[in-house]
């Protein structure tokens, strides 16, 4: 079993480090650590320390460092715009697409999301999936955390800029013709991945997207739903991509 990986503001710069607040409480009194056993510490920005615990306390566990990597961030970087779902899909499209590789994921007001982010519950709905990204990534044991960025209802007008901006862009459309195992993609730059919420994407708004630059692009036969949708794409490109 590999280690358990605890997230740090910043590596520490000496070899003996004590891990405290809540994820040395987590190692402490959740996981339960104890001395001998190895852990890792990461920075959420590429960079890790494999470390060996040499006492517990309670909520805090002392460690020595081993051996301190850093990992380049991945290029291409891999962005999906999420429509926002109802209910709990969101938060497992954003688990699972954690663990997958995601670099960055938009939550997305879409015109068929039948949720909407307003005011302090769409801060508290991004402050939630930013929450879930950030477990995933730890039980993913990922160096470089996702952003959970955007504002909390990001609109189709905004969608639209950043896929302009983008070395590749796609939209999922189960009309679409051209599938994803066949579009080309860039060695390098941003490429970026639009997935609709439960009611699909309007017709405005792919004639927005592709406007914008984005290719309609389709999975396979099955129509999947969008917690399951940019996790599928997201395998697909990182077969292609040689990230697996």
Known sequence: MSAPLFLVDALPA??????????GHHAADVQRLRAGETLILADGRGGSATAQVTAVRKGSVDVEIVEREHVPAPDPRLVVVQGIAKGD???LAVQAMTEIGVDEILPWAAARSVTQWRGDRGARAREKWAATAREAAKQARRPWLPLVGGDPDCSAKQVAARLAAAEAAFVLHEEATEPLTAATLPAAGEIVLVVGPEGGISDAEREAFEA???????????VLRTSTAGVAALSVLSARLGRW
């Open 212 to 222: 914008a630059g984005a290719t309609a692009v389709r999975l396979g036969r099955e």
């Open 89 to 91: 899909r969101g938060e």
């Open 14 to 23: 000496t070899a003996r480090h004590t891990l405290d607040g809540p994820e």
